[in-house]
């Protein structure tokens, strides 16, 4: 489960992140749901370490849904769900909708707000690559790819019925 801050905190900052600049692809994320495929990478100390985490997210509004690397993430906006289902373990949380470090669909909204710190890469009509330099000068590389726009459904989606997992889980419930 350690695993699943450190995916969201980057992919988040990554997906909301950028330099005051616009960057259509996000700009045209109101109003839709957005899915894409993502990978994430780093530079630090001299070393660079590539797909680092992968996987798939789907974002509507403040909300959110986030499958790779053994871990869903299942958001409304107002409740987070991580289940790591090899473990058998659920954390439900409640949700900070300012906290860019554990709410993506924030950053989405939200990405013109950021300082200088990132840059676009590259982009097309359906992909986005984006390096942000963080305080500490490690340099954060997300590759999103396979971006789609369709019109938002229903929230029910991005929700996550505690009673689909068996007795064995272990559910820790943090609100």
């Not at 489960?1 to 969201?8: E, H, N, P």
């Not at 871990?71 to 409304?76: N, Q």
């Not at 007795?167 to 820790?172: E, K, N, Y």
């Amino acid at each position: 489960m350690k695993r699943i801050g450190l995916l969201l905190g980057i992919l988040l900052v990554s997906v909301l992140s950028a330099a005051a600049q616009s960057i259509p692809l996000l700009d045209k994320a109101a109003g839709h749901r957005v899915t894409f495929d993502y990978s994430y990478g780093y530079t630090s100390g001299g070393k660079t370490y590539d797909n680092v985490a992968s996987g798939k997210m789907t974002v509507q509004g403040s909300a959110y849904l986030l499958k790779g690397d053994g871990l869903e993430v299942y958001s409304d906006g107002d409740v987070r769900w991580t289940l790591d289902r090899s473990g058998k373990e659920a954390v439900i949380e409640s949700v900070d909708s300012e906290d860019v470090m554990t709410n993506p669909a924030a950053i989405v909204a939200g990405y013109k707000s950021f300082d200088k710190s990132l840059k676009v890469n590259g982009s097309g009509a359906d992909y986005l690559d984006i390096s942000l330099t963080l305080e500490n000068g490690q340099v954060s590389r997300f590759r999103l790819t396979g971006i789609r726009y369709a019109p938002e459904g229903a929230l029910s989606d991005f929700r996550f019925s505690r009673s689909s997992l068996g007795s064995d889980w272990v559910v820790t419930d943090l609100r």
